[in-house]
């Protein structure tokens, strides 16, 4: 049986702590990705440099059709393929996710895929903030 996870307060003593390691950060990532807070879980082995989890999350972000996963990456600087983003859309689509798909095909620049999800979402726009 997992352990519970450390409430709010304890999560950021353990995130950002001056007595914290790497250590505590990545079984604190390890307890939130075993309670499927996935996002949470990748920031802190972000934090933690830890490379397995962070591929980890990756991989499961593709299959499983969550872009925001793939942006977290991409704001700390991680390179993400046209051939993921396509991957992270075609999931998505499959799990009739056509907002997440729509994203994941605008920042894979398919416009083929993306003309097939906009069938799914009449009227909607995906906000780009200007300058962008």
Partial sequence: MARPIPDLLARREIKYGEKSTDADRIRLGDELREADQLTEALEVYLLAHHETGVDKLRKHARRAGRPSMLLTLRRAHAEITREEWVECGAAAERAGRWREAYRAYTEAGDEARLET????????EIYIPAGK
């Fill in 117 to 124: 999800v906009q069938a799914n979402l009449p009227g909607y």
